[in-house]
């Protein structure tokens, strides 16, 4: 079944951007209204997933999203690209943990994404 021409465009306009995709497609929980929302993101959250650049480096606080950012840009590029790789490298073990239980509670929330994954080992 084809789509008709709007909601092919729409599909186009939410695969392009970062975001658009990240609110259509992931879920997370928000503890405030106790429930699971679409993932929003904070303006420079935005700002960091919307740059093109192929090499990036952020200078922000503690606790301000660069690991979920990080893990959303991840996310993002391997739903986009087939067979894309991502390296994450952390200074400490606990580090790298944090990011792939962020990217495996993202990916269980979303069947778009569950239905993709091929194979989730701990060790290559």
Known sequence: MA???AEAAKLKEIFDDPIKWAQA?????DPKQKKIVPWTARWYQAEMLRDKAKKKVY???RRTGKTETMVVE???SIYKNPNYRVLIITPYQNQVDLAFKRINELVDASPALKNRVVRNTKNP
Not at 25 to 29: D, E, Y
């Open 3 to 5: 789509l008709a021409k």
């Open 25 to 29: 497609f992931l879920r997370t929980f």
């Open 74 to 76: 991840s996310l993002y």
């Open 59 to 61: 200078r922000c606080g």
